[in-house]
Structures are given as structure tokens and as C-alpha cells.
């Protein structure tokens, strides 16, 4: 890769401004001041520092956001704040993107990230990558729903939904569940209950794959993957 390419893509500035640095002797490989922009790099053996800070080179990102209400799941919007808008400058710079949506007014997990190939991998029917949720549910919820959601509910534009398993936490006026499904169709959790006389009024993802929300992790916040949470997410994406 060209240094300009690899310090522009790291975030040090447009080629023009990586230029300058370089021209100024700002720039270091393997210890060696460096004014050649077009100089190709081995970002597996060589060592590039500007102004002595190294610069670790990722071509990924991998991100856990709790989203929060009110945040639309999308790169940009004229309207609305999306959660590329929650990022600092430094995670915008890598152009992440959130790998399936959660509605305006439903908060937990979400990935983003700028890696194509995963996103497509996990969002594939093929995968029936399984997405858990909790929901707070108008209407007492019954054995009959959690039976009705094992066989697939049908919908309003009469498409039948795979297996979904249900788990009753709570059943009152106001039901507690978890919800655990495979597809992802528009507003498929709560068009699902309504499907069985209910309506969802809170919904939160929990889990998607092998990773589950940060409980530690504030809402509105995110963080990178750990390396093994990486790990499993590749490892699903590749079988």
C-alpha cells in the first residue's frame, strides 16, 4: 500500500495534507525519515511513526453500540440523528455502517462496522443468524402465544414467519418475554404479537449471534469487539 493511501485511510489528513507531513520529515518507516509519498508499505512488517507516534493500520472496524430510542439505524438522514452521529471523528473515519436495523423507538445491540463481506454473511436468510429481544407486551402473553410463535405466526401481508422461541417472564396486563427469531423482517417482532392480539409498547435487542449487549456498556454508548468476540463473529460468518 502507498504511505499517503495508508496515512490518509488511518486519518492523518487528505493526501495533499499527508504530503506536507511527509515534507516536513514528520514521517518515519523502520526508523528512517521518509519523503516519498508514493513508497510502497508492508502493514504486516513495517513500522511507520509521525512525529514519533506509531501508526497502527486496521482496514476494519468493529463496533457494539446500545442504541438508544429516538436514533434512526442508518449512515445519515436529513431529519433525524442516525447512529453513525454517536461515533467520534476518529470511528466516522473508517465509514462504518449498521448491519441490519433496529426501528427508531427500539434500543440494545448493534454492529457497525465497514467490512462488507461480514455484514452480508450475517444478514444472509442462508445464515438464520438468531437475534434475541426483550419487550414489554400489552396483553397477558399465554402458552397458547409461545406455542402459536414455535410454529411461525402469520403476518398482515400474510407472510408466515419461521419458528420463534418465546420465554414468558412475566404475565400481566403487561407481559415480560424474551424473543428469540432467525429472519428480520420490517418491524417483525412487534407485528408478530399483534399477530396474536398483543402489542409490543418497549422493545431491546439483546444479542445477535454469539455476541450479547455489554451490560456494562452505557446506553448510547459503544466500544470495539474484543478480539474473541471478533473471533466468533468471523467464525460464524465463515461457516
Do not use: C, W
Not at 424473543?179 to 418491524?187: D, N, P, S, V
Not at 449471534?209 to 469487539?225: M, Q, V
Amino acid at each position: 500500500m502507498r504511505l499517503d493511501k495508508l496515512l490518509a485511510n488511518m486519518g492523518f489528513g487528505s493526501r495533499k495534507e499527508v504530503k506536507q507531513l511527509l515534507k516536513k520529515g514528520a514521517v518515519r518507516v523502520n526508523a528512517e525519515a521518509v519523503k516519498d509519498a508514493a513508497l510502497h508499505i508492508d502493514t504486516e512488517r513495517d513500522e511507520v511513526t509521525i512525529l514519533g507516534e506509531r501508526v497502527v493500520y486496521k482496514e476494519f472496524i468493529y463496533l457494539m453500540m446500545h442504541k438508544p430510542q429516538g436514533v434512526l439505524s442508518a449512515t445519515e438522514d436529513n431529519r433525524d440523528r442516525t447512529v453513525i452521529d454517536l461515533l467520534d471523528a476518529d470511528s466516522q473515519h473508517f465509514e462504518p455502517f449498521p448491519v441490519g436495523r433496529l426501528d427508531k423507538d427500539t434500543e440494545g445491540f448493534l454492529l457497525l462496522t465497514n467490512d462488507g463481506k461480514l455484514a452480508h454473511n450475517l444478514l444472509s436468510p442462508k445464515k438464520g443468524v438468531p437475534k434475541t429481544y426483550y419487550a414489554h407486551v400489552e396483553g397477558i402473553v399465554t402458552e397458547e402465544d409461545v406455542e402459536r410463535f414455535a410454529e411461525g405466526v402469520i403476518l398482515d401481508d400474510a407472510y408466515l414467519t419461521k419458528p420463534g422461541k418465546l420465554r414468558i417472564l412475566k404475565s400481566a396486563d403487561v407481559s415480560e418475554i424474551e424473543l428469540t427469531i432467525t429472519e428480520g423482517k420490517f418491524h417483525q417482532v412487534k407485528r408478530m404479537f399483534v399477530a396474536v392480539g398483543k402489542q409490543v409498547v418497549y422493545l431491546k435487542r439483546l444479542s445477535m449471534g454469539p455476541l450479547s449487549l455489554d451490560e456494562n456498556l452505557p446506553l448510547g454508548s459503544y466500544r470495539e469487539l474484543t478480539e474473541e468476540e471478533l473471533n466468533l463473529l468471523l467464525q460464524l460468518s465463515n461457516n
